[in-house]
């Protein structure tokens, strides 16, 4: 049972253009949601988060939209830049018995074109 | 600040041994985890550690045994290596009461088990 889904394997965007990341989740425990960016040969890094009482939160060019009644987030990112090109990761948080945990999407591959 | 170090960077291993993946950091966090990362999966909690001296199950222990001696570091040890256990392997650390508990993630272990 997957918890937190990423439905497109891989999104493709022209640099300047937005980029829209999405997310799907079914644990309706979850008080917190995160994204990661992660490129090739290097561990995941920290983007950005919300909290499950906001519905939005911004930094910079990132941006992340929740939607409690849809348990769906995104990230927008705008304008795009090659550099962005990266796996990005969802991930949901919450206390798992003791401890606090998160559980990762499968991730979506974005292609920023210059 | 190094953040989190893994050791080795990369392993072929044969099926059948041991072997142990290390993982340290300097940010004298609390929580420690390690994950897998297969293709289509995403990130899977394997052990996770609240604080020096306790562990605990994650999404996918079959296989996989932790250890927390200490603050600063957080061995992984496959007893008998199997082909599906080869992975990207990456440890994170957590500091509690960080706000939304992001987790820092080290560079990861390449490990094929032949």
């Known amino acids: 049972d997957q918890q937190v889904k990423q439905n497109s394997p891989s999104l493709s965007v022209q640099e300047g253009r937005i980029s829209i990341l999405n997310c799907d989740y079914t644990?309706?425990?979850?008080?917190?949601f995160l994204w990661y960016k992660k490129y090739p040969a290097e561990g995941p890094t920290f983007l950005i988060s919300?909290?499950?009482?906001?519905d939005k939160n911004e930094d910079g060019r990132f941006t992340v939209f929740l939607n409690k009644s849809a348990k769906h987030l995104s990230l927008h990112i705008v304008p795009s830049q090659p550099g962005d090109s990266a796996v990005y990761f969802c991930?949901?948080?919450?206390?798992?018995?003791?401890?606090?945990?998160?559980?990762f999407g499968s991730g979506t591959q974005l292609t920023v074109l210059p | 600040t190094a953040g989190i170090t893994q050791a080795p960077t990369s392993q072929i291993l044969a099926a059948g041994r041991s072997m142990t993946l290390r993982c340290t950091q300097d940010m004298r966090h609390n929580a420690m985890y390690w994950y897998r990362q297969d293709l289509g999966l995403g990130l899977r909690l394997i052990h996770y550690s609240n604080t020096a001296g306790t562990t605990g199950k994650g999404e996918v222990p079959d296989g996989y045994s932790v250890s927390r001696a200490n603050t600063d570091d957080f061995p992984l040890t496959l007893a008998s290596a199997v082909p599906s256990q080869t992975s990207v392997y990456f440890c994170?650390?957590?500091?509690?009461?960080?706000?939304?508990?992001?987790?820092?993630f080290g560079p990861g272990t390449r490990l094929t088990v032949l």
């Open positions: 644990n309706s425990m979850f008080d917190y």
């Open positions: 991930a949901g948080g919450g206390l798992s018995g003791s401890a606090r945990q998160l559980t």
């Open positions: 994170a650390s957590s500091g509690i009461g960080t706000g939304l508990n992001e987790q820092f």
């Open positions: 919300i909290s499950s009482i906001k």
